[in-house]
């Protein structure tokens, strides 16, 4: 991350590399910087099934309600030891209403055991780690979505920005 902040400290303008783009020294940062997008992802997912494994028993039934990773942690986070605030309007603002309304009549009838206050405390703080990976990969993308003209100038001008880092990024989407 140090080096992406500095390489847009540094290089302004995409004008200013000559040669091959491959030559240029943030070429292999933009190729780091896709790695470590795919390092967070890992990181990321092994914190979903950290918390799942820790909130299984207070709502055994969530995992299946929400397969989205960062929609489980926060609705996990949401709900803490109450699974019954399902009513909650950050609930409703993070979940679908459909998926909302699913799980509020399941957390009414499920048989879950309470938490213990360590057990949340430990799942907060993975939920802290989840949300500044994700901050840390949304940057990611945004560097390279802005660095797209410079790597992969044909593809940025026919499909855009947003797409091409999608394209480059995961070239077997």
């Known amino acids: 991350m140090m080096k992406i ?11 200013e590399v000559m040669g091959p783009v491959e030559a240029a020294s943030e070429y292999r940062v933009i190729l780091d910087a896709n790695n470590l997008t795919v390092e967070i992802e890992n990181e990321l997912n092994l914190i979903h099934k950290f918390i799942q494994d820790k909130y299984l028993k207070r709502f055994l039934e969530l995992e299946s309600l929400v397969p989205n990773a960062l929609n ?12 019954y605030k399902c009513n909650n309007e950050n609930l409703q603002q993070m979940l679908t209403n459909a998926t909302t309304m699913v799980v509020r009549a399941t957390a009414s009838i499920t048989q879950g ?17 989840a949300l500044e990976l994700n901050a840390s990969k949304h940057s990611i993308y945004e560097y390279v979505e802005s660095r ?7 593809l940025f001008i026919i499909i855009g920005a947003s797409a091409a880092v999608i394209l480059w990024v995961w070239p077997e989407a």
């Open 5 to 15: 902040e500095e390489c847009i400290s540094k290089h302004g303008k995409v004008s």
């Open 72 to 83: 489980y942690i926060r609705t996990v986070l949401e709900l803490d030891n109450s699974v």
């Open 113 to 129: 055991q309470q938490l213990l206050d360590e057990e949340l405390e430990r799942i907060e703080e993975a939920y802290d780690m």
């Open 148 to 154: 797209m003209s410079f790597t992969a100038p044909n």
